[in-house]
């Protein structure tokens, strides 16, 4: 990128802007929790509006590379924070990412603020440099994923269960293997952490939204997700694993396994494992081999592990 090209999209970005550094909208930069911006949960000035931009809530991307994955994954943008400091010193990737969002999102409020403000409004110590701001889009169910996944042209499908990591940096890590090995969808069990939380985009460097994902829950009415979730993979042609210690599993490298045209693994939350009644529904038990008499690995590094071998 050029100095002239630098300049250009600095002044077009200036054309852009808001004017005032205390518009009411700055509330969703700094002030609000994710819950509050998942539901919409804030008064004043600041919430004209949103709930109609944003049905489904609001998260937030704070870096240029989780901005364009989101860009990508088809979010729209709500509103942009970029420190004018860091775009004066000409941060290339920054600049590139908040021009994509403006040419993307052309109705997104675009606020230029120095450093001292950047930290206010944010309440962090130090600038990032540009948040973005975007709307949820309509939630994903279970079975559209599925059938969704069968208009791509593949050879081999797989799924990844998460059931109750309830670890935003496992959550992470677990969403950057997928993208990394090829994972085709994610599904989650409602008690799992929010992929879209902001230290999650964060820690995922914006993996999270690289992969189609949906929640897996069970049939209205209660009961345990794996009623209803294990029938639905199982109808969609999944063969399902479950990756535990259990006395019958098998290993992971087992060749059955890979010759699986539709591969589901599912994977439990450290410490408890997987349920009792997940391990029932599946059809095979999975364990990594592993050397020195050690039993298992944390589970975003047990997920690597197994994308890598069965993708």
Known sequence: MTQSDIASIIESLRAHAACSRDDARLVVFGKLHDAELRACNFKGAGACG????APHGLFVAESPRAIECAL????TAFAVLLDESVALLAEPDILQA??????????????????????????????????????????QRADELLKSLEEKDAPKKRVCIIEDVTN?????AIFKSAAAFGVDGVLITPSCHDPWYRRCVRVSQGSVFEVPWAYIDALEGGGHWSSFGIPLLREAGYTIVALALEDDALPLDDEHFKACEKLAFVLGTEGEGLDGHTIAACDYVAIIPMANEVDSLNVAAASAVAFWELC
């Open 50 to 53: 949103v709930r109609e931009i």
């Open 72 to 75: 990508r994954a088809g979010a």
């Open 98 to 139: 908040v021009h994509h969002l403006i040419e993307a999102c052309p109705q997104a409020s675009l606020f230029l603020v120095g450093t001292k403000d950047f930290c206010r409004i944010t309440e962090y110590p130090v600038s990032r440099g540009v948040m973005a701001v975007f709307a949820r889009p309509k939630p």
């Open 168 to 172: 935003y940096a496992n959550m992470a």
